[in-house]
């Protein structure tokens, strides 16, 4: 990597070119991820992010209490509520412009939780983790990196902690120590643009005791460490790409990216190593990380607005949008969509500061927005795929609609409005097919359902703030079996209403 600043989404690729990356993917390894068809679309997604800084910098960036300079929200340590809300607001129009996952917000919410936390290890520990973390902050705004996050271990038995497990390597763990810094082996999986990221944060995955002492590690790395290894993720439909034309593909501009970063005794230098062998902060490194990156789930109802979109286009193509049923499934599409939304612009608006300074999300309405992303765009994909019809999964090839053979039958069968080229409806098609059951499928569908914790996770941290004693006191108080209701309000409301509200404005 060189030390030009990049500032556009095309100087962002460029930066990608030429780096001595170890990437399998069908079990060859890749010469250039620049260029391959399948791994491209990815990248054009993150490029977005710099020209979208470019184009609207009030959404897509900010000034550094670091270096004083504006630069990429993405990579800014959120210093006031707004910086929150409008990290959400960049996620939605993001998404609206991509229709796929970008892949930025596991480093924004890798950065914010680090931030904080080292600056808590430091407080009770007399360690020097925050202010190295601000020096990297720092160094990664002046470049304009792309940072990944990388905290999903492969885990092996999920019933036994990681020093328990028959293979120590199945969670990433300290191998050996020096006087100049630590080796770590190990695999993180589900691993979100990795490939197109410039660093990697890791971090651990889960709370650790005493005895995981040497799982406790956090680092920065660049993506091309030596002893790193990437084995690219399959994705349905996603050899379309590599097929020739576009109509198939659906999305041929942007797609998303996974992938798994097998680490083999990689060297992570004192300077850049923010956590070791404090496993007493894991979890709050883990439950900040969550908090951020629930709430950040916002980003699908933008590209929920997408497949609105794509669905109500259809059934103008049909001839359909003027009947009832078809616009009332559209209202509820967008209800579907815009509670997302509501919920994690909610947790972002309620953010509170940390004793680092940084603001965080509200925890509980962090919760509630991921619970909500991990059923509501099945909903809406189900929607979409009733007003679409059949031929979403039935529809010929492209291929043979350029056929000079057959190609004609498809160009009259396959019409439906007059004045509506056949071609554009099968256009409309493949982007609610590729939306749907596709390739950005991944980012919309089932990263919704596992992406920052499966469903059982939102729900534990749901319950653990349900505040049920709380709100018991408030009903026995109504129905005559207590009479302290000064007293309750007066005793609980930092508990719950300094949750909701400012209680200092």
Known sequence: MNNIKIASGEEYIDSLRN???????????????????????????????????LQEPQLASAISPFTGERVNRFLHIAQTRDDVV??????????????????????????????????????????????????????????????????????GDRSLAPHQQSDPD???????????????????????????????????????????????????????????????????????????????VGNAQYGGQEAMVILENVFIPNQLIFMNGEYEFASMLVERFTCYHRRSYVCKSGVGDVLI??????????????????????????????????????????????????????DMLANVC?????????????????????????????QDFRSKEVGHLLEKYLKGKADVSTENRMRILRLIENMTMGRNAVGYLTESMHGAGSPQAQRIQIARQMQLDFKKKLAKELAGIEKNKTKILVSEISDYFGRVFDVNV
């Open 370 to 398: 991921k619970h909500h992303v991990t059923k509501m765009p099945y909903e809406i994909s189900r929607l979409a795929q009733d007003l679409a019809g059949g031929i979403v999964v039935t529809l010929p090839s492209e």
């Open 19 to 53: 780096r001595k990356l170890k990437v399998y993917l069908f079990g060859q390894l890749v010469e250039n991820i620049v260029e391959h068809p399948m791994i491209r679309p990815s990248i054009n997604a993150v490029a977005e992010t710099f020209d979208l800084a």
């Open 86 to 155: 409008l990290q959400n607001k960049m996620q939605r129009r993001l998404g609206q412009i991509t229709g796929t996952c970008f892949q930025r917000c596991v480093g924004m919410d890798a950065f914010n939780s680090l931030f904080s936390t080292t600056f808590e290890i430091d407080k009770k520990l007399g360690t020097h983790y925050h202010s190295k973390f601000k020096t990297f902050v720092a160094e990664m705004q002046s470049k304009n990196y792309v940072i990944g996050g990388a905290m999903t271990d492969v885990k």
């Open 309 to 362: 979109g794509a669905a109500a286009t259809i059934a103008e193509y049909n001839g359909a949008d003027k009947a009832s049923h078809i616009k009332d499934k559209l209202i509820e599409m967008t209800h579907l969509n815009e509670t997302i939304y509501a919920t994690g612009i909610a947790a972002s608006y309620q953010s509170k500061a940390t004793l680092s300074g940084a603001f965080m999300p509200d």
């Open 170 to 248: 199945l969670f990433v763990h300290i191998t050996k120590r020096t006087s100049e810094g630590v080796y770590i082996t190990g695999a993180k999986a589900h691993q979100t643009g990795c490939l197109n990221s410039h660093w990697l944060l890791i971090m651990p995955t889960i709370r650790l005791t005493e005895n995981d002492k040497d799982y406790a590690i956090v680092g920065a790395i660049p993506v091309d460490a030596d002893g790193i290894t990437y084995i690219y993720g399959r994705q349905s439909c996603d050899t379309r790409s590599m097929e020739g034309g576009d109509i198939d």
